[in-house]
């Protein structure tokens, strides 16, 4: 497992932007998959985004696209989410999550989980 720490959460209005940051305390994300999942209050987790090892592919939640977008800088291994148009309904727990190999939708599939970070959105 990889340890990762989440950041940048925090209470916002609706239409507001936030960005969340996720440090990795390991020597190299090189061929790790990123990603973010959300669990609002009584709910199972969702998956929000995921890029693969090299940055040159992202996915996203159909409730998210065009919103937010995910990144990541190995050198200083790193991974974010920029989320802009922030609506009520984005509250949530927000995980930080990686997994040696590709890409994946799955919360199953990704073996290390940061403990995440709240983001509350208010109307």
């Known amino acids: 497992q990889v340890r990762l720490v989440e950041s940048g959460g925090g209470l916002v209005h609706a239409a507001d932007p936030l960005r969340l940051s996720c440090a990795a305390f390991v020597r190299t994300l090189n061929f790790h998959a990123l990603g973010w999942f959300l669990q609002a209050p009584g709910k199972e987790r969702d998956f929000v985004a995921v890029?693969?090892?090299?940055?040159?592919?992202?996915y996203y939640a159909d409730s998210v696209k065009g919103r937010f977008t995910i990144s990541r800088d190995n050198a200083m291994n790193a991974v974010y989410l920029q989320m802009n148009s922030l609506k009520p309904e984005d509250t949530a727990v927000y995980y930080c999550v990686a997994r040696a190999g590709a890409t994946s939708r799955r919360a199953a599939d990704f073996t290390s989980w940061g403990r995440g970070t709240q983001v509350t959105v208010s109307s």
């Open positions: 890029i693969s090892w090299n940055g040159r592919d992202s």
